[in-house]
């Protein structure tokens, strides 16, 4: 049997596509023409802001926009405000057999984007605001192996089969049904 496993993109890997597809959705309408100058600003404290800011460079790089570090108050070198709003992976639901091995779950990734460019006056010349999802089933099985990141937003919590509502009506009719058989065959 083939490692299963291997197979399944890890949620670091999902969540890298997604915003890989925010990204390129973004810049779609990108207003500044190959060979500008830009600095990338992250404007947010989110938890994957870094990873964000890594797939947006890797996307301008590949459209010829020449990316420099520092504080981009040099003449030639406009800013390009980078601001992760969300991005999270969980998993929606959980189904099929009775361990957590035999089943399969839905997982999800949404990240939502605000790129600025600012005009060298520091006025905004282009703003673009987008929002990506994706969904996947994987194998239960392999929910350990692919959350492996301690990162909050890369951990979910595995959704639980509630039987509650099942198990106490059996529990209670058995209860009453013994006590009704004792009491009328003594």
């Not at 703003?127 to 959350?147: K, L, Y």
Request: aromatic content about 6%; charged content about 15%.
């Amino acid at each position: 049997m083939a490692d299963v496993a291997s197979d399944v993109p890890t949620n670091m890997a999902l969540m890298r596509r997604v915003l890989a597809t925010t990204v390129e959705k973004a810049l779609e309408t990108w207003p500044a023409g190959v060979g500008t100058v830009a600095v990338v600003i992250p404007t947010q404290t989110h938890a994957l802001g870094w990873l964000g800011e890594v797939v947006l460079t890797e996307h301008l790089i590949a459209r010829g926009v020449a990316i420099h570090g520092g504080d981009g108050k040099k003449d030639s070198i406009r800013e390009l405000e980078c601001n992760l709003g969300q991005a999270q992976v969980a998993y929606e639901s959980y189904s099929g057999g009775w361990s957590l091995g035999d089943g399969s779950v839905e997982r999800s990734a949404e990240a939502s984007l605000t790129l600025t460019l600012n005009a060298k006056s520091g006025a905004a010349e282009w703003i673009e605001d987008t929002h990506s999802r994706a969904a996947d089933v994987i194998p239960a099985s392999t929910v350990p192996d692919v959350a492996g990141d301690p990162v909050v937003h890369l951990a979910p919590v595995l959704p639980t089969t509630n039987w509650a509502p099942y198990i106490e009506p059996v529990i209670v009719s058995g209860t009453v049904g013994g006590l009704i058989y004792l009491f009328f065959t003594r």
